[in-house]
Each structure stands twice: as structure tokens, then as C-alpha cells.
């Protein structure tokens, strides 16, 4: 199995930035995909980023992108999402997610999950 756990959510005001992070441990080898999904209150989880385990180009849903960066480290077990100005409806909790089969924005794809971490962004 692969193990995940993200860190890095907080409180932060409208405009501002925050640096999530993912560390990935176990068969990582296996995934063919690695990214970071959200899910607010009362709605469904959502697509945010991802990149492919071979891959160099991330993916970001339309909502993030320009504000999103996906990045990680060269030994692709350790992803990091910068999120620059905030908005009130980036708030949910984040999971760092891994899949062993494509396509790279089909939640339904995703069989490892981490626990999330809390993000708030206030006005």
C-alpha cells in the first residue's frame, strides 16, 4: 500500500498564501499518479491538481488555475501545493491522493488517500 500524509493547512486571510505539503511512504514505485483534491462542507470532493509519476506537467482544475502551483521534490515522494491568493471558496479540507491507473482528474481513480488538512480562508 502507499501512505499519505499531508501538513501545512491554516487560517489565512482573503489574498493570502499558504504551502501544503505530502509525503508519500511504502510502494510509491506503484502509483501512476500523485495530487491534491478538496472537499468543502456539504459538497462533493473535488479535482484540484495532479501530475503523473513519469509526468513533468501538472494538471490543475480551472477554478486554481494561475493562483495553484504543484511541485515536488526529485524524489517524487514529496508533493507541495502553493496556493497564492486565497479566496473565501478555497476553503475545504485537502487530500493528497495517489492512483494506480489513469486518467489523472478522475477522483474515482484514486485508492490512496491522505488524511486532509484543514484550510480557512477568511475575509
Known amino acids: 500500500q502507499v501512505q499519505l500524509e499531508e501538513s501545512g493547512g491554516a487560517l489565512v486571510q482573503t489574498g493570502g498564501s499558504l504551502r501544503l505539503s505530502c509525503v508519500a511512504s511504502?510502494?510509491?514505485?506503484?502509483?501512476?499518479?500523485m495530487g491534491w483534491f478538496r472537499q468543502a462542507p456539504g459538497k462533493e470532493r473535488e479535482f484540484v491538481t495532479a501530475i503523473r509519476w513519469t509526468g513533468d506537467t501538472a494538471v490543475y482544475s480551472e477554478t486554481v488555475e494561475g493562483r495553484f502551483t504543484l511541485s515536488r521534490d526529485s524524489s517524487k515522494t514529496r508533493l507541495y501545493l502553493e496556493m497564492n491568493n486565497l479566496k473565501p471558496e478555497d476553503t475545504a479540507v485537502y487530500y493528497c491522493?495517489?492512483?494506480?491507473?489513469?486518467?489523472?482528474?478522475?477522483?474515482?481513480?484514486?485508492?490512496?488517500w491522505g488524511q486532509g488538512t484543514q484550510v480557512t480562508v477568511s475575509s
Open positions: 511504502g510502494r510509491a514505485w506503484s502509483v501512476y499518479a
Open positions: 491522493a495517489a492512483s494506480r491507473v489513469g486518467p489523472v482528474t478522475s477522483l474515482v481513480r484514486y485508492e490512496y
